[in-house]
């Protein structure tokens, strides 16, 4: 009898079981349920450490988090996208995700540049990983609060769009960083755009002949095919965007979402189908999103709980201060912005943006793909851990406070 695999059993029966109690004790809770699953993860992890070092480790690696969740999630959350909302918040959602990237990431520099005394260079790197919001964690958190759709559309869009702003502007430094390359403007925005264009260029190829192949197989009749090709499609555009082409998964697999959803749409072929088989694919990619999203927030927790802290606690709250300044100017100078241009955010709607400003695997991910002997590796990756922590508790908390007094129904003039 396999020993190791049998113990693998039990322990994923069990965690699933946990998964289960926190979903039935803490559903009524002030924080999100995704949120008490990455504290339960955050109490095994320093369980790991110090009581039971014999518990399985949860290997928290770049890849696991990249290739294995990030797909699914992202195929999740654009397949709930209000298209034609969509649309009304391309172009604010498009600014906050490239420009508001680059703003923030200089605001951030500044503060941290005073009280760590680290070369420009380093900390314009790290404060270029930690300035994009998490879509994962956008997505899971916002599940759980009601808000009008725009504006919904809005923070999720932005999120899923600054994740390209984000691997471009890390694959650009990193060269600078660690392997000391030229750094130039000009070849940052010729990468950038190429890899926004190759994304939805792509993303478009595989969701108009994953969508051939959907329809001459009659997939969305199947029980079987019809919610299996669309993830092997997903999965498939992601590979080759992320690992083959270089270019953004994250946008690519969302530019494959879309396109299949507005081919079966104009197709007429979602008209075709009963009410069951609509509700059996909305459940189960919803189950399946979910499952994905809190497996990664339990790692996520077991990497911060589980990890060693060799950095001064003393530098912490001025870092997660300066986090939380480079958001609220962003998003404060930025409504402004949009206001002179007839794009209008009203100041609850900003508010709400503003406490959006979550970070999570997606960062650390990032910072794990640093070379080991790079020497701000393990510091980058405490304060990553301690930002997300941070951000996905205290900043849930003040969100759920707010939108009980808030007043989100204004809508733009």
Known sequence: MDTVLVKGLVFACLFLIGLCAIEHHFRFSRLPYISWVLLFGVGYGILNQTVFPHLPELDLTPDVILYIFLPVLIFDSSRKLDLGMAREEALPSFLLASL???????????????????????????????????????????????????????????????????????????????????????????????????AVLLGGLMGW?????????????????????????????????????????VIAVMATTLTIRLILRRAKVIDALTHCEIEFYKEFWTFFGNLANAVLFFMLGAEIGSHYYDINWLVMPGVIAALLVSRSVVVYGFGAWFRLIGIRLPAAWQHVLNLGGLKGALSVALILMIPEEYAYRHLFLCAALAMCLFTLIANT????????????GECRE
């Open 209 to 249: 002949g994953g969508t051939w192949l959907m329809r001459r197989w009659k997939a969305l009749k199947d029980h079987f095919i019809g919610p299996l090709l669309p993830l092997l499609i997903v999965y498939l555009t992601f590979c080759l965007a992320q690992a083959a082409l270089d270019i953004s998964g």
């Open 100 to 198: 508001g990237i680059l703003a923030s990431m200089f605001v951030m520099a500044v503060p941290i540049r005073w009280m760590t005394g680290l070369p420009w260079i380093d900390i314009l790197f790290f404060t270029a990983i930690m300035s994009a919001t998490d879509p994962v964690a956008v997505s899971a958190v916002f599940k759980q609060f009601q808000i009008p759709g725009k504006l919904k559309t809005l923070i999720e869009g932005e999120s899923l769009l600054n994740d390209g702003t984000t691997v471009i502007l890390f694959m650009l430094m990193s060269g600078k960083v660690i392997e000391g390359k030229e750094l130039l403007f000009q070849k940052g925005i010729s990468v950038f755009v190429l890899s926004i264009a190759g």
């Open 397 to 408: 908390l003040t969100l759920r406070v707010y939108l009980k007094k808030a007043d989100l």
